[in-house]
């Protein structure tokens, strides 16, 4: 298993310096936020061929989350869902621009969940924004990876939904299995033991599980906390991640605005330590 940095934790410097601090810090993979704020209007673009000589330099594998601010895939809007597709394509051309093959999608959010209708509505037109983006991804030969959520506001945001979803599709698509997220969802349900909950989805979801986001939090908020440092059982976690036999990247994806060099330094380190992996 790889481990990695996203961009999400510097957003104050250009995407070029955010990669290469990644790469400074000794992640073997990057994953760019193709977002704000790197990739906003009116802002230079980021030099993707200077990216990409920076992660073959240093033999990193990369990866791209694709934009979520401010958009929904499926939204009842028209001109909404247009404007998301369209950053979406952004995010699949950037990431065959940087050398990947793998890009990650967010749920779609439903206004009123309680509204079956608006629901379904939901559902069919991220199903249909879906649709454009693997035909893009496949003429590049990328796979999509489709995250399990923070909150359950829209349709394939909790595990079940997201395996259900996957299993009757091919290889083009796949779960990001973001472990901060699945801890929230088990205490959202009140679970005793999110590690066993998490066991279990890693277990059911098995190869379709071919990326992974690895932050902690304290079971409430989305808080992307250095791992160790919330009530995530990490040890078990690992345990289970190791058992269900997967060996993508571990994306460690953090955010704060305290002292990011250090959050990252730690973040790699813990994982390395939690995973049984030797430092690079
Ligand atoms: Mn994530």
Redesign the pocket.
């Known amino acids: 298993m790889r481990v990695g940095l996203s961009t999400l934790l510097f957003p104050w410097w250009t995407l070029e310096r955010a990669v290469d601090v990644c790469l400074e810090l000794g992640a073997e993979h990057v994953e760019i936020i193709c977002d704000f704020p790197y990739f906003v209007p009116g802002k230079p673009k980021p030099d993707l061929r200077r990216v990409k000589r920076a992660l073959q330099d240093h033999g990193a594998s990369v990866s791209v989350?694709a934009s979520f601010w401010d958009l929904n895939p499926g939204s009842h809007l028209p001109e909404l869902r247009r404007l998301t597709l369209k950053r979406l394509k952004l995010g699949i051309e950037t990431c065959a621009r940087v050398g990947g093959d793998l890009v990650?999608l967010h749920a779609g959010r439903c206004p009123i969940p309680e509204l079956r209708w608006l629901w379904e509505g939901t559902r069919r037109f991220y199903e249909l924004t879906l649709r454009e983006c693997l035909k893009l991804a496949k003429k590049h030969g990328i796979t999509l990876a489709l995250?399990n959520g923070s909150s359950a506001f829209g349709p394939y945001a909790t595990l079940e939904e997201l395996a259900g979803f996957l299993s009757g599709r091919g290889e083009e698509i796949g779960a990001?299995f973001?472990v901060?997220?699945a801890h929230l969802e088990a205490c959202r349900r009140g679970l005793r033991s999110s590690r066993t909950f998490i066991a279990r989805w890693l277990r059911r979801l098995g190869r379709r599980v071919i990326h992974m986001?690895v932050?902690d939090n304290h079971g409430e908020h989305d808080e992307h906390l250095v791992p160790g440092e919330g009530t995530i059982d990490f040890a078990g976690v690992a345990r289970a991640v190791r058992r269900a036999g997967y060996d993508g990247a571990l994306v460690v994806?953090l955010y704060t605005a305290r002292g990011p060099l250090r959050a990252g330094r730690l973040g790699l380190q813990r994982v390395r330590e939690f995973f049984g992996i030797s430092d690079v």
């Open positions: 989350h990650v995250e990001c973001d901060g997220h986001h932050h994806e």
